[in-house]
């Protein structure tokens, strides 16, 4: 039987996942910086040849010890460009261990005690790697302490290494065949496999990543899914090495690819059990938990024609993003497109950026907004995902917004900033524990003023220090009203929003200076007003052109939020005409620039 360890990396974004997978991959296949690099670029360009994308998302990596015993590492990366909870989760769901890579310069953060928590939740064994210790302010000492003291996890194996300089990285390998269990599972039983991860291959058709728990499976084989009841053969399959290398068989404990012998996309594979089609097992695999999206936005596709190719752009990438959500949607102003639900801004900030790179579609986003709850008088419950179809006033019981709990981790001397920012957001708190040098929190704030800027500002008032990590926690009653704007008398419906009530007033006169500084002058004069049930609570007048040229009133910035304005500005050209009047795409996304 083969020694095979599955694992995967946990790391806070720029802790060193990458560096240290990089080191790992050249130190166990043999290859050198250059070959590296050349592996990697042959693989972007037949990539960029084909159009296509394959990326390795698993590697296996051959291991030997000084008793020459050879050991299958299979490294199990977080799929592509998301650094998202559930994508991790499907990570670890096919692993017995992982890698918490914590910078020592840096120290642990929000983020990685979530992941950490769902790795202890799947009893996986979870191995410390303090990263960076070749820096001068590296204090891996109190990291260790704080491992111990806040994810309180034990730390007698933990590795001090340095991916940048290779120093410890032998250490690690010996750890992590020590104490990484084997898989368990057997080849005798029926074939029960887990998807791990799908894409679309222009020339393969669907591609899945996927781990073999019991069983094994070879070219030709005639699979089921068990839950769809679909069939299909196999065509291929194969490892990583990080190329993708055919083989003859897949067997229980490896993870690998195999290509379906379909071109047809009906259904998301991403968490599916594979088994035998001749002698199948029933038993599901435990299905990673879908994940309910957190904000809403009306994409659109800019040239109306390109609808078909949209539609069949976004099908496509759900085939790998379980988290996506889509349904289509009619905007008097912007056309046909797609409601689309996100887990959050940098996943809408993806999609839209793999719409454009990848399909060569652009389109227009409208802000996104929360999913409200709405009680109405004849005790219906209605979940409103876009403001601009929000229900009657006189119909209305009761609005609900959602509220989500957050935790800070920052260092002690930032925590009176927070608080202050906490309250603005109307949140209250939870919990405040002070560790040595650290301070953990716990506040609920409504979520939609989590959404756009919180974790801005957050980064800004601590200097990047503090991290954040948020949960949906539940619907509260709140005072809510529907805002709408009108550009020269027409309601723009995409441009509808739900505010605070104690906020509208002040809110409604903020976006409609917006709009004016963004909106070019016309040969008219253009009104641009705020109306709640109909009653114009705010208004503007954009003059009409004379000699001089059109304002630009905004600028760069290094944040999240800036960055989507700054792409959105980039399709500056992107105008839509409504009535008589042009309107940039920026004005859509308004909202994110009224602070
Ligand atoms: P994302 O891909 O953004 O999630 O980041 P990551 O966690 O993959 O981090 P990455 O490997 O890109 O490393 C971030 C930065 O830290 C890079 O500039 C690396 O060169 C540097 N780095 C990584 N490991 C080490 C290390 O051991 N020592 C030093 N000095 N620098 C390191």
């Given at each position: 039987m083969k020694n095979i360890r599955n694992f995967s990396i946990i790391a806070h974004i720029d802790h060193g996942k990458t560096t240290l997978s990089d080191r790992l991959i050249q130190k166990c296949n043999g290859l050198t910086k250059r070959e590296m690099f050349n592996q990697v670029l042959d693989s972007m360009d037949l990539e960029r040849e084909r159009g296509i994308t394959i990326k390795a998302q698993s590697v296996t990596l051959k291991y030997i010890d000084k008793n020459k015993k050879i050991f299958f590492l299979n490294f199990i990366d977080t799929p592509g460009h998301v650094n998202f909870s559930h994508e991790v989760f499907r990570s670890l769901?096919?692993?017995?261990?992982?890698?918490?890579?914590?910078d020592t310069t840096q120290g642990i953060e929000a983020q990685t005690i979530a992941h950490c928590n769902y790795a202890q939740k799947l009893n996986l064994t979870i191995l410390p790697v303090l990263n960076k210790i070749d820096l001068p302010n590296s204090n891996p000492k109190k990291v260790l302490e704080d491992i111990k003291n806040i994810i309180k996890i034990p730390i007698q194996d933990a590795v001090q290494c340095s991916a940048k300089t290779g120093q410890g990285i032998s250490e690690l390998l010996k750890k992590i065949v020590q104490i990484i269990p084997q898989p368990s599972g057997n080849v005798q039983n029926s074939l029960q496999a887990l998807i791990i991860d799908s894409w679309f291959d222009k020339y393969f058709g669907i591609v899945s990543l996927i781990r073999i728990k019991n069983g094994s499976l070879k070219k030709k084989d005639k699979i089921l899914i068990i839950r769809t009841k679909k069939i299909y053969i196999i065509e291929n399959l194969g490892i990583f090495t990080p190329k993708r290398m055919p083989k003859d068989k897949l067997y229980n404990g490896e993870v690998g690819w195999i290509i379906f012998g379909s071109k047809k996309i009906d259904t998301t594979l991403v968490g599916e059990t594979i088994t035998s089609?001749?002698?199948?097992?029933?038993t599901l695999l435990p299905k990673f938990k879908k994940i309910k999206p957190k904000i809403y936005a009306g994409l659109f596709p800019f040239e109306p024609k390109k609808y078909i190719l949209f539609r069949d752009a976004l099908n496509k990438l759900k085939l790998n993003d379980i988290s996506l959500f889509t349904e289509p949607d009619n905007s008097k102003i912007l056309g046909f497109g797609f409601r689309c639900g996100f887990l959050g801004l940098l996943h809408m900030e993806i999609v839209q950026s793999r719409l454009e790179r990848e399909y060569n579609i652009k389109v227009i986003s409208t802000a996104p907004t929360v999913i409200y709850e709405i009680l109405l008088k004849n005790n219906q419950i209605l979940l409103l995902d876009n403001p601009s179809k929000f229900p009657k006033l006189d119909t209305i019981k009761e609005i609900r917004e959602p509220l989500a709990i957050c935790h800070i981790l920052t260092p002690i001397k930032y925590v009176g900033e927070i608080i202050k920012i906490c309250i603005q957001k109307r949140g209250t708190q939870q919990k405040i524990i002070y560790h040595d040098t650290c301070v953990s929190m716990s506040y609920i704030i409504p979520l939609s003023e989590i959404i756009l800027d919180f974790f801005d500002q957050l980064k800004t008032i601590s200097s990047g220090y503090a991290s954040l990590e948020y949960k949906f926690k539940k619907f509260k009653k709140s005072d809510l009203v529907k805002i709408d704007i009108l550009i020269n008398h027409i309601k723009i419906d995409s441009l509808s929003m739900i505010q605070h009530k104690k906020n509208a007033l002040k809110n409604s006169k903020k976006i409609i200076e917006v709009i004016k500084k963004i909106m070019p002058r016309h040969q008219f004069n253009i009104p641009i007003q705020a109306s709640i049930s109909n009653t114009i609570i705010a208004r503007t007048t954009i003059k009409q052109l004379r000699k001089n040229v059109i304002e630009k009133c905004y600028g760069g910035d290094i944040s999240r939020k800036k960055k989507l304005l700054k792409q959105q500005k980039k399709g500056k050209k992107k105008m839509k005409q409504i009535g008589n009047v042009n309107i940039p795409q920026e004005v859509f996304f308004s909202i994110f620039q009224m602070n």
């Amino acid at each position: 039987m083969k020694n095979i360890r599955n694992f995967s990396i946990i790391a806070h974004i720029d802790h060193g996942k990458t560096t240290l997978s990089d080191r790992l991959i050249q130190k166990c296949n043999g290859l050198t910086k250059r070959e590296m690099f050349n592996q990697v670029l042959d693989s972007m360009d037949l990539e960029r040849e084909r159009g296509i994308t394959i990326k390795a998302q698993s590697v296996t990596l051959k291991y030997i010890d000084k008793n020459k015993k050879i050991f299958f590492l299979n490294f199990i990366d977080t799929p592509g460009h998301v650094n998202f909870s559930h994508e991790v989760f499907r990570s670890l769901s096919a692993c017995e261990g992982v890698l918490l890579v914590i910078d020592t310069t840096q120290g642990i953060e929000a983020q990685t005690i979530a992941h950490c928590n769902y790795a202890q939740k799947l009893n996986l064994t979870i191995l410390p790697v303090l990263n960076k210790i070749d820096l001068p302010n590296s204090n891996p000492k109190k990291v260790l302490e704080d491992i111990k003291n806040i994810i309180k996890i034990p730390i007698q194996d933990a590795v001090q290494c340095s991916a940048k300089t290779g120093q410890g990285i032998s250490e690690l390998l010996k750890k992590i065949v020590q104490i990484i269990p084997q898989p368990s599972g057997n080849v005798q039983n029926s074939l029960q496999a887990l998807i791990i991860d799908s894409w679309f291959d222009k020339y393969f058709g669907i591609v899945s990543l996927i781990r073999i728990k019991n069983g094994s499976l070879k070219k030709k084989d005639k699979i089921l899914i068990i839950r769809t009841k679909k069939i299909y053969i196999i065509e291929n399959l194969g490892i990583f090495t990080p190329k993708r290398m055919p083989k003859d068989k897949l067997y229980n404990g490896e993870v690998g690819w195999i290509i379906f012998g379909s071109k047809k996309i009906d259904t998301t594979l991403v968490g599916e059990t594979i088994t035998s089609y001749k002698n199948p097992s029933n038993t599901l695999l435990p299905k990673f938990k879908k994940i309910k999206p957190k904000i809403y936005a009306g994409l659109f596709p800019f040239e109306p024609k390109k609808y078909i190719l949209f539609r069949d752009a976004l099908n496509k990438l759900k085939l790998n993003d379980i988290s996506l959500f889509t349904e289509p949607d009619n905007s008097k102003i912007l056309g046909f497109g797609f409601r689309c639900g996100f887990l959050g801004l940098l996943h809408m900030e993806i999609v839209q950026s793999r719409l454009e790179r990848e399909y060569n579609i652009k389109v227009i986003s409208t802000a996104p907004t929360v999913i409200y709850e709405i009680l109405l008088k004849n005790n219906q419950i209605l979940l409103l995902d876009n403001p601009s179809k929000f229900p009657k006033l006189d119909t209305i019981k009761e609005i609900r917004e959602p509220l989500a709990i957050c935790h800070i981790l920052t260092p002690i001397k930032y925590v009176g900033e927070i608080i202050k920012i906490c309250i603005q957001k109307r949140g209250t708190q939870q919990k405040i524990i002070y560790h040595d040098t650290c301070v953990s929190m716990s506040y609920i704030i409504p979520l939609s003023e989590i959404i756009l800027d919180f974790f801005d500002q957050l980064k800004t008032i601590s200097s990047g220090y503090a991290s954040l990590e948020y949960k949906f926690k539940k619907f509260k009653k709140s005072d809510l009203v529907k805002i709408d704007i009108l550009i020269n008398h027409i309601k723009i419906d995409s441009l509808s929003m739900i505010q605070h009530k104690k906020n509208a007033l002040k809110n409604s006169k903020k976006i409609i200076e917006v709009i004016k500084k963004i909106m070019p002058r016309h040969q008219f004069n253009i009104p641009i007003q705020a109306s709640i049930s109909n009653t114009i609570i705010a208004r503007t007048t954009i003059k009409q052109l004379r000699k001089n040229v059109i304002e630009k009133c905004y600028g760069g910035d290094i944040s999240r939020k800036k960055k989507l304005l700054k792409q959105q500005k980039k399709g500056k050209k992107k105008m839509k005409q409504i009535g008589n009047v042009n309107i940039p795409q920026e004005v859509f996304f308004s909202i994110f620039q009224m602070n």
